[in-house]
Each structure stands twice: as structure tokens, then as C-alpha cells.
Nanobody, 127 residues
Framework: QVQLVESGGGSVQSGGSLRLSCAAS????????MGWFRQAPGKEREGDAG???????RNTNSVKGRFTISQDNAKNTLYLQMNSQKPEDTAMYYC?????????????????????WGQGTQVTVSS
């Protein structure tokens, strides 16, 4: 049974930092491209960052220079370091695993659904 379990969410003031973690189990971790997505109330889900099995990363423009995605293959754990946070970063954050490339694990692609999703962790940034 595949499980992706996020942790590390919480409340932070504008300009602050949080680090999210996603522990993966039940899948051959290195086969997958892993990514972080967010969904704010009333908005579509959108991708923030992805990392493929070779360690290549991709960030969306809104988080470039502020968020860093990384992974520890020995621990089957994905991370998202979020710095210089803004109120508009407030959302539920999800990690996802995709058997397709970084185009799919770093951004929402119409008509495509990632193979696995976590349950999400809430991030709230106050001004």
C-alpha cells in the first residue's frame, strides 16, 4: 500500500520559514518524480516544485528564489524548504508521486493526475 504522509505545516508570519516533509512508503521511491502542490480555498490546485529521480528540480515562477525542493533517497523523504513566505502562500500543501517526468510532478497538467497523493498539510502565513 502506497502512502505519502506530509508534515511540517503550521502558522508563520510573513517573511518567515517552514520546512515541509513527505515520507513515502510502499513504492520504489527512485522510480518516481516527486512534487509539491498547493491548493488555496476557492482556487485550483497548482504545482510549486518537482524533483526527478536524477535530482533535477523545477520551481514555478511564483516560488523561485524562495522555495527549495530536495529529497533524501535513503529515507524516502521529500522536503520543501519555504523561505520569505507571503500571505498568498497560505494553502493546503500536498506531495505527489508521478511515474511521468518533471513536467507532471511540478505543475498541474490538464487531463493528467499524478499517481499518488498525500493527505496534505496546512500552511498559513499571516501579514
Amino acid at each position: 500500500q502506497v502512502q505519502l504522509v506530509e508534515s511540517g505545516g503550521g502558522s508563520v508570519q510573513s517573511g518567515g520559514s517552514l520546512r515541509l516533509s513527505c515520507a513515502a512508503s510502499g513504492l520504489t521511491y527512485r522510480r518516481y518524480c516527486m512534487g509539491w502542490f498547493r491548493q488555496a480555498p476557492g482556487k485550483e490546485r497548482e504545482g510549486d516544485a518537482g524533483i526527478d529521480s536524477d535530482g533535477n528540480t523545477r520551481n514555478t515562477n511564483s516560488v523561485k528564489g524562495r522555495f527549495t525542493i530536495s529529497q533524501d533517497n535513503a529515507k524516502n523523504t521529500l522536503y520543501l524548504q519555504m523561505n520569505s513566505q507571503k500571505p498568498e502562500d497560505t494553502a493546503m500543501y500536498y506531495c505527489a508521486a508521478s511515474l511521468n517526468g518533471i513536467d507532471y510532478c511540478s505543475a498541474s497538467v490538464p487531463g493528467y493526475e499524478n499517481n499518488y497523493w498525500g493527505q496534505g498539510t496546512q500552511v498559513t502565513v499571516s501579514s
